[in-house]
């Protein structure tokens, strides 16, 4: 299997993650003095789990061990990530170091091969987990893992399945426990703006072109859409497209797409593309209509939603678009965002489209499976929600542990989450999911048949073949 995503843009949503966490302090997070690796929380104080660490704490004693931990975390992630160490340093009397890079893909790779790989390595997408599990460089999660993430992660399997990967001897085994995952599935909107409409908030698709139309109706433009990001231009759309897979077909279809079990130009493909483009293509539903999307800038498409009159009453983006909000806006108040909702009439449930970083051992150390049991006790989750830039699919911890609104509405969208599919085109070989499938959408932005489209992105991933 190829590493499926490039540096370039990796560094790109990096990047948008760091300025979302960054947005959701200004708009109100609860602020936490740190140091490096502290336990910022005194025990007994706030909400917490105590008595599942407590419990932890009692059961693992690790004195005289160490554990390397290494991620894609810095700055303020890393710092957040650190500070949960500290707990589980504390608890077991272990000790334990963390390193983040911003070329953790590179290296990692030369670590394995050089046979000086940390013990536990946080991969930022499955890809190239995937990669390396088939190559032998990574261990199996101990036993009972995979029955844990399906019993206390909402939408289970999902989970399983993400982080379930092929051996050297191309046998399936469970590999990645997914830990702080982020939301795509949104739609942001000014509640003022809505109020002067007099409408509510969608909660089935049906309900949301209803939505769009009667804005249309009363002389407005219901959405915002940019495609713009220099050399990225067109990505946008691509998790438009996911989202719509995932609301007309059921997942396994969403499966066979990032895997090319189905080609690219199946019709249940070009049905979904379709369905982006019965939004994006049409010019009475956009701002600047259809030709101007890929002349947009995706930074600069919500700001229609703050003007006054509002250019734009939607916008669909991940929960990383607070970043590029006016100065000042806060969040819950000034704006606010909902579920991009299903189709009733398909009875899929409630899919979630999203992303997030995966924990696998890269170095078989007795200390990792103390380790990872330290990662399902509430009390390491809740640790790390009351931080900022963390949500999580674990139904048992208290979502009143949740550093600001915005992130426990996130969090609650997780959790009754019935499916949960990993961002497509990071599934994809990099040539079609950061390249063909990007220009393709441009193209159809454009006016392109979508059919055609399509064909022209397999054809580009049978030349990587």
Not at 81 to 109: H, K, P, R
Not at 390 to 419: V, W
Not at 429 to 454: E, N, Q, R
Request: charged residues 20%.
């Amino acid at each position: 299997m190829a590493e499926r995503r490039t540096a370039g843009r990796l560094a790109a949503r990096r990047l948008m993650t760091s300025a979302a966490v960054l947005a959701l302090a200004a708009a109100g997070a609860a602020s936490v003095a740190t140091a490096d690796g502290e336990m910022i929380f005194a025990p007994g104080e706030g909400s917490f789990n105590w008595d599942s660490y407590n419990a932890y704490a009692e059961s693992h004693d690790l004195t005289g061990e160490s554990i390397t931990v290494f991620g894609p975390w810095l700055a303020g992630e890393g710092q957040a990530f650190e500070n949960l160490m500290a707990y589980f340093g504390e608890a077991t009397g272990a000790n334990w170091s963390y390193v983040g890079s911003d070329s953790l893909e590179q290296q990692i790779v030369i670590d394995a091969e050089a046979g000086s790989a940390p013990d536990i390595t946080v991969f930022p997408q499955p890809g190239l987990a995937a990669n390396m599990a088939s190559r032998g460089f990574l261990t199996p999660l101990p036993e009972g893992a995979a029955e844990w993430v399906g019993e206390n992660y909402a939408a289970g399997d999902s989970w399983v399945d993400l982080g379930t990967y092929a051996n050297a001897n191309g046998e399936d085994e469970f590999y990645g426990f997914f830990f702080n995952v982020n939301v795509k599935s949104l739609v942001w909107y000014v509640p003022e703006n809505f109020e002067d409409l007099d409408v509510e908030v969608p909660e089935t698709m049906e309900e949301l072109q209803a939505l769009t139309d009667l804005i249309v109706e009363e002389g407005e433009t219901p959405w915002c859409i940019g495609l713009g990001s220099g050399g990225a231009t067109g990505w946008p759309a691509t998790d438009w497209v996911e989202d719509m897979m995932l609301r007309i077909h059921p997942p396994e279809v969403y499966d066979q797409w990032t895997t090319n079990e189905i080609p690219f130009d199946d019709p249940q493909v070009v049905e979904a593309i379709e369905a982006f483009g019965a939004f994006a293509r049409n010019d009475d539903y956009v701002v600047g209509g259809a030709a101007a999307l890929a002349a947009t800038d995706f930074r600069d498409s919500p700001k229609g939603l703050f003007a006054a009159p509002p250019q734009c009453y939607l916008h669909r983006q991940a929960s990383f678009i607070p970043a590029y909000f006016p100065e000042g806006t806060v969040l819950g108040e000034d704006v606010d965002f909902f579920y991009f909702p299903a189709f009733e009439e398909k009875d899929l449930g409630r899919p979630v489209l999203g992303a997030g970083t995966l924990f696998a051992i890269t170095n078989d150390n007795p200390a990792n499976a103390a380790f990872l049991e330290f990662l399902q006790t509430p009390f390491a989750h809740e640790v790390m929600m009351a931080q900022d830039g963390f949500l999580t699919p674990m139904t048992t911890a208290n979502p009143d542990n949740y550093a600001n609104d915005a992130q426990r509405g996130q969090g609650e969208i997780l959790t009754s989450a019935t499916t949960f599919r990993f961002d497509g085109s990071d599934l994809m070989p990099g040539g079609v999911g950061a390249g063909s499938f990007w220009t393709g959408m441009v193209d159809y932005s454009g006016g392109a048949d979508a059919a055609s489209i399509a064909a022209a992105i397999q054809a580009s991933w049978d030349a990587l073949k």
